[in-house]
């Protein structure tokens, strides 16, 4: 299942290496196959609660830049004006990826693995899917088939 996650236009997945959107990718695979087997509804809902929880790329960024900005004007305050330079860069770091939508924070926190909204979208629209919010989606085959079916609903 190679082509599920075609988000071209995305410059998060197009900035990030390969094997780091292969490695979310396969999370997302991974999740929405596990829950085809079950077909568990109390199970999927559940687990659709936590996604609604999930932090996404921007977010993360926003908040590391933000408190890394007030840490450096914290101690430039208690230790001496030196310290505003960490806070301009990571006001630049966050300008860049306000503008860019990608950048080197963006970078360092996608390798840990956050996931972007439109990513997490996708993993909703597809359990929802199985659930039986949509019609679109074949209950005969097995749950390689209905999971596979699921992630392209989503996609379009």
Request: hydrophobic share 45%; net charge positive.
């Amino acid at each position: 299942m190679e082509s599920w996650n075609r988000t071209s236009a995305d410059s998060v997945r197009t900035h990030t290496p390969d094997g780091v959107n292969r490695r979310i990718d396969a999370r997302v695979e991974k999740c929405v196959q596990g829950m085809a087997e079950h077909m568990d509804r109390s199970v999927i809902s559940t687990y659709l609660e936590k996604l609604e929880r999930e932090w996404d790329l921007n977010r993360v960024v926003t908040v590391a830049a933000s408190a890394v900005s007030v840490l450096g004007l914290v101690l430039a305050a208690k230790d001496g004006p030196r310290w505003k330079l960490v806070s301009g860069v990571a006001a630049g770091l966050l300008l860049q990826h306000g503008l860019l939508g990608f950048g080197p924070l963006s970078e360092l926190v996608r390798a840990l693995g956050v996931r972007t909204r439109r990513e997490i979208d996708l993993e909703k629209f597809a359990l929802k899917a199985l659930r039986g919010d949509f019609e679109r989606i074949p209950h005969d085959g097995g749950p390689l088939a209905r999971s596979n079916a699921a992630l392209v609903a989503a996609q379009s």
